[in-house]
C-alpha cells in the first residue's frame, strides 16, 4: 500500500531558529500534499495544501512566509517554520493524494517543540 | 462536504464489539463516509470507506443506514491496540480536497 514517510519524527529547537519537516511519498507519486497541525487534545487543522510544481494554498490564518512550504517532486513536500517559536510547538502532520488515487495516506508525525 | 457528528468518547471492554456511530444528516448523493483513525502521537490511519453499500475489510465493518444520515463503525473484536480517535468524514470521492477532521470520538478499550 501507499506510504508516507515524514522526518524528523521529533525535534527540539531554539527560539528564532528554523526548522524543515520532510514528507516523503515511498511508493506512489504524490501529485498533492496537505500539511496538518495538530494542538494538544484538539483536531487536525489544515495548514496548506501544496501541489507539485507551484505554490502552496495557505488556509486562513496560516502565515505563508513563516510556514514556507515546498514540493518540487512528486514524492516529495517539505515544510520549513521559520524563526520559530515557542507557540509553534505543536504536532505536524501532512498526507498525500496519489495521482488517479482517491486515498489519503498519512505520514507519523513530527512533534515540534521550541524552546 | 457534510458534517458529521460523533460522540466525544466511547468505552468498549476489550473482546468486544465496539460499534461507533456517526451522524451526516446532510450528505449528498456522491459523496462516501470514510472511517480514520489516531493512535495517540500518531498520523491518522484509514479505516474503512463506503457510498451506500455495507463494506467490510480486514480491519472493520462499516454499515450505512439506507437513508445515508447516519453509519456505524464496528471493530468486531476490539483489542488494547484500538484506543484510538475514531473520526468519520464524508467527502466526495474525487478531487484533490483535504479532509476536514472533526473531533472524532476517542475510544477507549478496557482490559
Known amino acids: 500500500g501507499a506510504v508516507v514517510s515524514q522526518h524528523p519524527s521529533r525535534v527540539i529547537c531554539k527560539s528564532g531558529t528554523s526548522v524543515k519537516i520532510e514528507c516523503r511519498s515511498l511508493d506512489f507519486q504524490a501529485t498533492t500534499m496537505f500539511w496538518y497541525r495538530q494542538f494538544p487534545k484538539q483536531s487536525l487543522m489544515l495548514m496548506a495544501t501544496?501541489?507539485?510544481?507551484?505554490?502552496?494554498?495557505?488556509e486562513q490564518g496560516v502565515e505563508k512566509d513563516k510556514f514556507l512550504i515546498n514540493h518540487a517532486s512528486l514524492t516529495l513536500s517539505t515544510l520549513t517554520v521559520t524563526s520559530a517559536h515557542p507557540e509553534d510547538s505543536s504536532f505536524y502532520i501532512c498526507?498525500?493524494?496519489?495521482?488517479?488515487?482517491?486515498?489519503?495516506?498519512f505520514g507519523s508525525g513530527t512533534r515540534l517543540t521550541v524552546v | 462536504d457534510a458534517k458529521t457528528t460523533q460522540p466525544t468518547s466511547m468505552d468498549c471492554a476489550e473482546g468486544r464489539a465496539a460499534n461507533l456511530p456517526c451522524n451526516h444528516s446532510?450528505?449528498?448523493?456522491?459523496?462516501?463516509v470514510y472511517w480514520y483513525r489516531q493512535i495517540h502521537s500518531q498520523g491518522p490511519q484509514y479505516i474503512i470507506h463506503g457510498l451506500k453499500n455495507n463494506e467490510t475489510n480486514e480491519m472493520a465493518s462499516l454499515i450505512i443506514t439506507e437513508d445515508r444520515k447516519s453509519s456505524t463503525l464496528i471493530l468486531p473484536h476490539a483489542t488494547l491496540r484500538d484506543t484510538a480517535v475514531y473520526y468519520c468524514?464524508?467527502?466526495?470521492?474525487?478531487?484533490?480536497?483535504?479532509?476536514?477532521f472533526g473531533t472524532g470520538t476517542r475510544l477507549t478499550v478496557i482490559p
Open positions: 446532510t450528505i449528498s448523493g456522491n459523496e462516501y
Open positions: 498526507s498525500a493524494q496519489a495521482e488517479n488515487n482517491y486515498g489519503y495516506t
Open positions: 468524514i464524508v467527502r466526495v470521492r474525487a478531487g484533490a480536497n483535504n479532509l476536514f
Open positions: 501544496s501541489n507539485e510544481g507551484s505554490k502552496a494554498t495557505y
